[in-house]
């Protein structure tokens, strides 16, 4: 059974950084994607930055710039490292992993707030 397990949420002043891990119980190049996502309170969870089936990185337009997404393969753990974050940014992240087949597998979220 996949599990995903994400850590490095917390409190964080505006301008501050914060890296999110997501350790994977499997190998993660067994997934054809894998990313983070996010959910602020009162709206849909939305993509964040994801490497897609090519590889490639791909983030949505708010982290263009201030997130990088990265990955150690020998770890199998996924990161996402955010800069210069605002309060816009507090939200409750979650890592995702798609096999490519059967259901894709979520983390449990890890709380991100963006405050002074």
């Known amino acids: 059974q996949v599990q995903l397990v994400e850590s490095g949420g917390g409190l964080v002043q505006p301008g501050g950084s914060r890296r999110l891990s997501c350790a994977s119980s499997?190998?993660?190049?067994?997934?054809?994607?894998m990313g983070w996502y996010r959910q602020i309170p009162g709206k849909l969870r939305e993509m964040v930055a994801m490497f897609t089936s090519g590889g490639w990185p791909r983030y949505e337009g708010f982290a263009n710039g201030r997130f990088t997404i990265s990955k150690d393969n020998t770890n199998n753990t996924l990161y996402l490292q955010m800069n210069n974050l605002s309060p816009a940014d507090t939200a409750v992240y979650y890592c995702h992993a798609d096999p490519g087949w059967g259901p894709v597998h979520w983390g449990q979220g890890t709380q991100v707030t963006v405050a002074s």
């Open positions: 499997v190998n993660i190049d067994s997934f054809i994607s």
